[in-house]
């Protein structure tokens, strides 16, 4: 089911790429949990299972990677768009080894589809939390509690960023292609942000 209705439209939309969805390694440690996130094609989002994909050598390998992934979902409040981007640079150390392309991705509505309780106490418990057990634990509500509100999600895809290879690559060379990303990142969101979040509350942020 899953692999027909994910990815059997991402291949519609994007003949040839074969997409691999990158998750927190910790997620893949609960009871049973293993087996349903693998089931649906889910892999660890960890350096070898991504050197795996990339060095595979198969053409239109890929993978989705959630780069701010726990401390960014402490941040998903809605009518506002906070990534954890901005020091987290190893996405870019791994184009540059393999000569991979870059593809900025937006997702206006996710934020929106529950609410998040934001106060400085219980986001310093959160974080202690996370150090401790590798993921976050958000405080939500949605419909009927747990549920998701019925509200739209926008996936905005951006231009590929073409990345050399540089198997010796120095830290400027990561800098300057992290910071493009995030040009392009900045780039899709004035473009698409006064359509589909008008009423945000805040900017883009990069942490």
Partial sequence: ???????????????????????????????????????????????RAIDTVLGS???????????????????????????????????????????????????????????????????????????VMGFSLPLIWGRFGILPHRRPVHTIIGEPLDCPKIPNYTAADVDLYHQKYLDALRALWDRHKNTYLPHRTKTLTFR
Avoid at 8 to 21: L, N
Avoid at 113 to 119: C, K, R
């Fill in 57 to 131: 050598g198969i053409p239109g390998r890929s993978c989705a990677i959630l780069i701010g992934g726990a401390q960014e979902a402490l941040d998903a409040v809605p009518q506002t768009f906070t990534l954890t981007i901005a020091k987290r640079k190893g996405f870019v150390r791994v184009a540059l080894l393999h000569g991979a392309t870059l593809v900025p991705v937006i997702s206006f509505g996710e934020n929106e589809l529950w609410e998040q309780v934001s106060n400085p106490r219980v986001r310093g418990i959160q974080n202690r939390l996370q150090k």
């Fill in 1 to 47: 089911w899953y692999q027909r209705r994910v990815h059997g439209g991402f291949a519609e939309k994007f003949p040839g790429i074969e997409c691999s969805v990158m998750s927190l390694t910790a997620l893949l440690r609960i009871p049973f949990g293993r087996e349903i996130f693998m089931g649906c094609g889910v892999m660890s989002a960890d350096r």
